[in-house]
């Protein structure tokens, strides 16, 4: 009890602080928003007079903590602010956004879930061979491939040369299969290398050892016994990946011009669409702050050593 | 000194040398020979290749455009005529130099961050830490993506949105050596007999936290590489016509159809590079760390963020 309290208190204080950052970020910029915003929205020098207009209706007159704690404010009633292009509600966007990147990132995990659990039980079970020579030497190509550049390779293969898969775009389970392969490749290969290291580590234990002795047959030590140990580091890991997910998704829309959070963000950072800008990372932050707590409490459970330590981290 | 007796020196150093525990091991170890070879290949490429190759990289040839691979231009030409190969030689020098120098100021701050986080402890301690957790927050690259989009697209500012959010795991790993190391029986003595601090820092931390962090290091390259050939296709980096890997593949991906070897030959650069630091990451780590023997485990975390 005394670990969940400590767990879920410094999650809010992540969460403050993703807050903090999301917001003080966009006033990294040089220059002034209010001019550049209005420079790109009027295609010529803003006046004085737009620019104290703009100033005031978006609050940017008022000291920097001030802001901060009228947008945390507006925040908590679910109000993000708006596009300064006219493009509507940031919360708005974000909700017209999100289901695709989901679904991407959804569809990616379970293609390295598929790829990894197979290949890395394979690799470790028969260890040494030329099996698991491939299937390391794979990983390891899989671990060091930029995913724009194998983006495109999927493209020139399944949708140019064999015309199987639509280049561009979202909406049906063809457009997804190409964009989750991609994506799914690099976190297939991390993960692969973590079963198969794991499951070895886990075949050493002594009540492997033990159920070695009863005479259990090798396959069923494996399944029955090892792999459920050896799944933990990799529950863990696959929490762990959603940042690698999250970011991996934001190249792979592009390459796909899939409308994602990813393209949102990419596209608003090239605007200086600010109220978009912290709108996406803000979302961003917090799902990842929600996943590694949802992470550790699944291990807590997964694993009632942790519990027993009272701390942990 | 004469001759022989220098000679006689330069032969026991070697000796020493190539009979450290340390470099044995990195020797037996295939993957760190083999990434070893890679990075070292791609060093002297950066370094030499510019003043070999018979092109200029930006010098526009528009009666060449979009040649297929052919023996003057081995890796064909681009949408302006220009050679790919060179254009990916000279690609070497400036998509490894940022690796290196974000690299480079990462392990700084990190080291700087970890060494007072530990050493001054307390208050100070708990906020720094506060600030490394607030970082993990974020997936890295959508921090340095939004980081170096309001600096405005650089090559500077990209450098230094990939170092700002990076620096996070060096810290923690100095923290805790140093954490461990203050407590040995030997750092006390040293401190009872009245060394300084910084002489503590020097004589004792330093030594034992420059090989997890040398690891760090060169298993966060790859992931460095990665990361900025990434942002500079989406056009936060270096800036056409600049031959940055990531940059050449944005531009090149506009003719897939009649001319994909200008995606492919500077993907093919950067797996080469990536694969490199990886393997000679992963060769380092076994070779400092022998009890770690099946170990990506724990390790696996410091990749791809």
Same mark, same amino acid.
Do not use: K
């Given at each position: ?64 903590? +001030? ?123 991390? +993960? ?122 | ?23 044995? %091991? ?33 010098? *526009?040839?528009?009666?060449? *455009?979009? *040649? ?10 681009? *949408? ?18 940022? %690796? ?87 750092? %006390? ?117």
């Amino acid at each position: 009890m005394q670990y969940l309290l400590r767990r879920f208190g410094s999650s809010a204080v992540v969460l403050f602080g993703v807050t903090m950052i999301t917001y003080g970020l966009v006033h990294l910029t040089p220059g002034d928003p209010a001019r550049t915003v209005l420079a790109e929205r009027q295609g010529q020098q803003p006046s004085e007079a737009d620019v104290q207009a703009f100033r005031a209706e978006e609050g940017l007159d008022e000291p920097l903590p +001030l802001q901060y704690l009228h947008w945390i404010g507006d925040v908590l009633q679910g109000d993000l602010g708006r596009s300064y292009y006219g493009d509507g509600a940031v919360l708005d966007l974000l909700i017209a956004y999100l289901p695709n990147t989901i679904e991407l990132a959804g569809a990616s995990i379970l293609v390295a879930v598929a790829v990894a659990i197979p290949a890395g039980v394979v690799s470790a079970v028969y260890r040494g061979t030329w099996i698991d020579y491939v299937s390391q030497v794979i990983a390891l190509l899989g671990v060091s491939m930029p995913n724009f550049w194998l983006g495109y390779l999927l493209i020139i293969g399944g949708a140019l040369r064999l015309g199987i898969f639509p280049v561009y775009g979202a909406g049906t389970v063809a457009h997804l299969v190409l964009p989750a392969v991609t994506l799914g490749t690099g976190m297939a290969a991390v +993960l692969t290398r973590l079963v198969r290291s794991s499951l070895l580590e886990t075949l050493e234990e002594p009540y492997v050892d033990a159920a070695r002795a009863r005479g259990l047959p090798e396959r069923a030590l494996v399944v029955a016994h090892a792999l459920r140990t050896a799944m933990l580091p990799v529950v863990t890991m696959i929490g762990l990946q959603l940042g690698y997910v999250l970011g991996g998704a934001v190249v792979v829309e592009v390459v796909f011009q899939r409308p994602g959070l990813g393209m949102l963000l990419v596209d608003a950072v090239f605007a200086r669409d600010f109220p978009v800008i912290q709108g996406v990372t803000l979302l961003v932050g917090t799902c990842f702050v929600i996943v590694n707590l949802g992470t550790d409490l699944a291990y807590q459970r997964l694993d009632p050593r942790v519990s027993l330590a009272g701390g942990g981290t | 000194m004469s001759a022989s007796r220098l000679r006689s020196a330069h032969r026991a150093f070697r000796q020493e040398c190539l009979t450290h525990p340390t470099i044995l %091991a990195l020797c037996r170890n295939p993957s760190a020979v083999a990434g070893g070879v890679v990075v070292t290949a791609l060093a002297v490429l950066a370094i030499v290749g510019p003043f070999v190759t018979p092109y200029d990289p930006t010098t *526009q040839h528009l009666e060449n *455009q979009l *040649q297929a691979p052919s023996l003057a231009h081995p890796l064909g030409t681009d *949408q302006l005529g220009r050679d790919v190969a060179t254009r990916v030689v000279y690609g070497a020098r400036l998509t490894l130099g940022i %690796a290196l120098l974000v690299t480079v100021v990462r392990l700084t701050i990190g080291v700087v961050v970890g060494l007072v986080a530990g050493y001054v402890g307390g208050w100070v301690d708990e906020a720094l830490m506060r600030v490394v957790d607030v970082l993990l927050a974020f997936p890295g690259i959508v921090l340095a993506l939004v980081v170096a989009g309001i600096l405005g697209p650089s090559l500077t500012n990209l450098v230094l949105a990939l170092a700002v959010v990076g620096w996070t795991r060096y810290a923690r790993v100095v923290r805790s050596s140093v954490l461990e190391v203050r407590e040995r029986p030997f750092v %006390a003595a040293s401190r009872l007999t009245g060394a300084s601090r910084w002489r503590v820092v020097r004589r004792h931390v330093l030594p034992n936290v420059a090989g997890p962090v040398v690891v760090l290091a060169t298993l966060d390259l790859g992931g460095v590489i990665l990361a900025a050939a990434g942002l500079s296709f989406l056009g936060l980096g270096a800036q056409p016509p600049a031959p940055e890997w990531g940059t050449m593949l944005a531009t090149g991906r506009h003719h897939l159809r009649e001319a994909s070897w200008l995606v492919n030959a500077p993907g093919l650069a950067i797996v080469f590079a990536v694969l490199g630091s990886n393997l000679l990451g992963d060769g380092l780590r076994d070779a400092l760390d022998p009890t770690d023997r099946t170990g990506d485990a724990r390790t696996e975390v410091a990749r791809r963020d």
